[in-house]
């Protein structure tokens, strides 16, 4: 979505409120239908940025938290393409952000050339904080809004619980996704909803009928196993994967089962069936670019998990993004770097 000419990146709606402008990162027409933590988590921007040439000597950026659905603090990250500038501690007060082209900026170009990097120095990356509902309080500045060449080529889609949208992550470059799309030298699409991914068929239907994703990642199951009964999830499971594969028969798409998580340390076995049924679906749907990866295969570490034993922490998110990293190679998701 464009906005004075900068590119709100995986920002679908922009809401004028009283106190500045609310982003989220689905349709209203979608994020209407879906379980209230999915509604108002739908309201973080967890990967979303704010990209743009500036034109002008600098640009101003005024934002803050809300209390609408739940005031969190967060870091806001400015980056010049791969290269990181520095961050912004953002609250329920103003922070006004201030940027101007660094002095080596033609050094940084040189080094991008030189290294076959995916963004360019010039394209000016304002990343959100992930788990704040923010506002944009002002922009000033003289802006363009990016070139095809400036971005990676490749850019993928995700969809999750918590762990996807980034939990308890520092910041918003650390989450799994995040770093995912770092290592492959790619862009992402955060469609993490924390505590509302429950597969309802309107998300289902959204995320089958988007066309600028080159390849998918989806982890299910989590955000029901506590709520939801087994057939209910079966019976959710089979629509969302169904629908999403059929909708896109030549992208490589990777359903991840629930990551370890206290039920696993405390012999219950309700989980285990959830598990078997993405497993079980994808074997079904019986296509070589229908891919099951088990949530074991991407947090290995159980030192990653933070003391409530389902959320990850920053070194769990480390490893995750690695792992998954890894593993899309294997299925021949080229590193774009």
């Not at 890894?326 to 299925?331: A, E, P, R, V």
Request: charge should be negative.
């Amino acid at each position: 979505m464009t906005y004075k000419n900068i590119e709100f990146y995986n920002v679908e709606e922009i809401f004028e409120r009283s106190d500045g402008l609310q982003l989220s990162r689905l349709p209203e027409r979608v994020r209407e239908k879906l379980n209230e933590s999915g509604k108002t988590r739908a309201l973080m921007p967890a990967g979303c940025e704010l990209r743009f040439n500036l034109k002008s000597e600098k640009a101003k950026i005024v934002m803050k938290s809300s209390a609408e659905i739940i005031l969190r603090n967060g870091i806001c990250e400015i980056y010049f393409g791969d290269f990181f500038e520095k961050w912004y501690y953002i609250n329920e007060n103003p922070t006004v952000i201030e940027i101007c082209h660094p002095q080596n900026l033609e050094k940084l170009k040189e080094l991008r050339k030189e290294k076959k990097l995916k963004f360019d120095p010039e394209l000016i990356r304002v990343i959100l904080p992930h788990l704040v509902d923010i506002r944009i309080v002002d922009v000033e500045g003289e802006f363009e809004i990016p070139e095809k060449q400036q971005l990676p080529d490749k850019r993928f889609i995700a969809y999750g619980s918590s762990i996807t949208h980034g939990g308890f992550s520092i910041v918003p470059s650390y989450t799994y996704v995040a770093r995912t799309a770092y290592i492959l030298g790619m862009d992402a699409i955060n469609l993490g909803l924390g505590g509302g991914a429950h597969l309802e068929k309107e998300i289902a239907d959204y995320i089958a009928e988007r066309d600028d994703w080159d390849f998918g990642v989806f982890e299910l199951g989590v955000n029901m196993v506590g709520s939801f009964e087994v057939e209910e999830f079966k019976k959710r499971v089979d629509y969302f994967i169904e629908k999403i594969v059929t909708e896109n028969p030549n992208k490589n798409l990777f359903f991840i089962d629930i990551f370890p998580f206290y039920m696993d340390f405390d012999n219950q076995d309700k989980q285990k069936k959830f598990r078997e049924i993405v497993k079980n679906k994808v074997k079904e749907i019986n296509k070589k670019n229908t891919i099951h990866i088990s949530g074991f295969d991407i947090l290995k570490d159980v030192r990653g998990l933070m003391i409530d034993r389902i959320h990850p922490s920053s070194q769990g998110f480390e490893e995750m993004g690695y792992n998954l990293a890894c593993i899309l190679q294997q299925y021949g998701i080229e590193k774009e770097i």
